[in-house]
Every structure is written in C-alpha cells, then in structure tokens.
C-alpha cells in the first residue's frame, strides 16, 4: 500500500514562500504522476500542478509563475515551492500520486498552508 506524507505547510504573510514536499513509501514513485491539491474552508479541492514520471509539468491558471513542482526520484517525493503567496492561496495541500495502468490514486493527509495579509 502507498503511503504519502506532505510536510512543510505553515504561516506565511503574503508576499512569502514556502516550500511543500511529500515523501512517499513504495517503488512506484518513480512511474506515478505526482500531484499537488488544495482545499480551502468550504470550497472543492482544487488542483493546483502535477508533474509526470517524464518530468513534464502543469500548472493551474491561478499559480502559474509563482508556483513549481519538481521530483526527485531517488528520494521518493515530490516538491512544491510556492513563491509570492496570496490568502487565497491557504488551504490544506494535499499530495497525490496516479497511476492508471497500475491503478494508483494515493492521497495523503494533507498540509496546513496559511497566508496572512
């Protein structure tokens, strides 16, 4: 069973950065598509970026140019450095980890990112 544990959430003021990463158990990592997902107090979980085994990227509109994923696969986990932070940024940040021939979607629990103004 995969396991996925986020870290490095915390409080920020706007302006500032932070820099998630999510660990993840198994020899998968190296084939999934790793993604990163937000949720805000009372609104859906949002996708924000995901990277795939090949390296490529995406990026919501609302992050683009401010916020980069990257993976280091002799590592195991994945990163998420959020630079120039907005309140509507914070949320909880979950990781997700994908892979449809294996049958993988893998979530962890989450990690708290605040933003203050």
């Known amino acids: 069973q995969v396991q996925l544990v986020e870290s490095g959430g915390g409080l920020v003021q706007a302006g500032g950065s932070l820099r998630l990463s999510c660990v993840t158990s198994g020899s998968i990592f190296s084939f999934a598509v790793m993604g990163w997902y937000r949720q805000a107090p009372g609104k859906r979980r949002e996708w924000v970026a995901r990277i795939t085994s090949g390296r490529s990227t995406n990026y919501a509109d609302s992050v683009k140019g401010r916020f980069t994923i990257s993976r280091d696969n002799a590592k195991n986990t994945v990163y998420l450095q959020m630079n120039s932070l907005k309140p509507e940024d914070a949320g909880v940040y979950y990781c997700?980890?994908?892979?449809?021939?294996?049958?993988?979607?893998?979530w962890g629990r989450g990690t708290l990112v605040t933003v203050s103004s």
């Open positions: 997700n980890a994908a892979d449809v021939a294996l049958g993988l979607d893998a």
